[in-house]
């Protein structure tokens, strides 16, 4: 009812740049905020950064000065462009959305989850 789609991962060397995108679809109300975490192998899940509906952001101290998240309300579509990046950014990134559905109403927030995308740098 609800897709998370990613795309944009890859591999890059050491110092380089990526942007990966997720687009949400389905029978969403309303999204109130979008982030991106990710998660190393031996590693739990860890929030890079999360954006609200109106803005406001909040990083990781890992990838403050480096990585910048944005969205496109109109599209539903959060973006992550990550630069000078390190080999200890390697990671399957993780997108979620926590939004309300037209089936159950604005009065209850799910959480929904990507498939994630494998985010490789190399030194």
């Known amino acids: 009812q609800v897709q998370l789609v990613e795309s944009g991962g890859g591999l890059v060397q050491a110092g380089g740049s990526l942007r990966v995108s997720c687009a949400a679809s389905g029978i969403i109300f309303t999204i109130n905020a979008m982030g991106w975490y990710r998660q190393a192998p031996g590693n739990q899940r860890e929030l890079v950064a999360v954006?609200?509906?109106?803005?406001?952001?909040n990083y990781a101290d890992s990838v403050k000065g480096r990585f910048t998240i944005s969205r496109d309300n109109a599209k539903n579509t959060v973006y992550l462009q990550m630069n000078s990046l390190k080999p200890e950014d390697t990671a399957v990134y993780y997108c979620?959305?926590?939004?309300?559905?037209?089936?159950?109403?604005?009065?209850?927030?799910?959480?929904?989850w990507g498939q994630g995308t494998q985010v490789t740098v190399s030194s």
């Open positions: 954006i609200t509906s109106g803005g406001n952001t």
């Open positions: 979620n959305a926590k939004l309300t559905t037209i089936k159950t109403g604005p009065r209850y927030e799910l959480s929904y």
